[in-house]
């Protein structure tokens, strides 16, 4: 009897389309990003990639799913605490085309070096006092994507100091 529970038996899988919307709902999803986890989800032959992408140009045709939207949610979301060139590459990591990428960048306000200093300011504060704290500092502006000349002078003349 414990066999009939409806916890007990398995779920049909749900339908490609209503996966898509699902993951969509919650938060935007680049092109590239919606198809990998997909395809994630079961098989990887060639029928199956061509239903994903038949389901992901139906979503995008009703405006479900747009690499633009994407893009400018991305930047918005990374600007203030990475360069512009970090994010640029983020999207093309995320495969989100060279003109929705350059569109979202020349869309926003990026100042890098303003969003370096301000950056600074809020983790660091402070000039670093010796050598492995400045190399920390250096580290860690560098991973945020902004050049190694603007950081140096940026640690050998402190803003508010």
Same mark, same amino acid.
């Not at 747009?66 to 990475?82: C, E, I, M, N």
């Not at 969003?115 to 300011?121: E, Q």
């Given at each position: #009897? ?46 199956? #990639? ?19 939207? @994407? ?44 969003? #370096? ?22 580290? @860690?502006?560098?991973?945020?994507? @902004? ?15």
């Amino acid at each position: #009897m414990a066999a009939d529970h409806p916890r007990n038996s398995p779920r049909p899988p749900r339908p490609l389309k209503v996966r898509a919307a699902a993951l969509l709902a919650r938060r935007e999803y680049s092109r590239a990003d919606l198809r990998k986890k997909l395809a994630a989800g079961g098989d990887r032959n060639a029928d199956a #990639m061509t239903e994903i992408d038949a389901v992901l140009d139906e979503l995008a045709a009703l405006g479900y799913l747009s690499d633009t939207r @994407f893009a400018k949610a991305l930047v918005q979301q990374k600007s203030g605490g990475y360069s512009k060139r970090a994010i640029g590459a983020t999207l093309k990591a995320r495969g989100v085309s060279g003109e929705a990428a350059t569109d979202a960048l020349a869309g926003s306000e990026i100042d890098d070096q303003d969003a #370096m200093v301000a950056l600074w300011r809020r983790r660091f504060g402070k000039a670093p006092l010796d050598d492995r704290e400045k190399a920390r500092q250096v580290r @860690f502006l560098q991973s945020r994507g @902004f050049a190694l000349s603007a950081i140096f002078k940026l640690l050998r003349d402190p803003p508010g100091e």
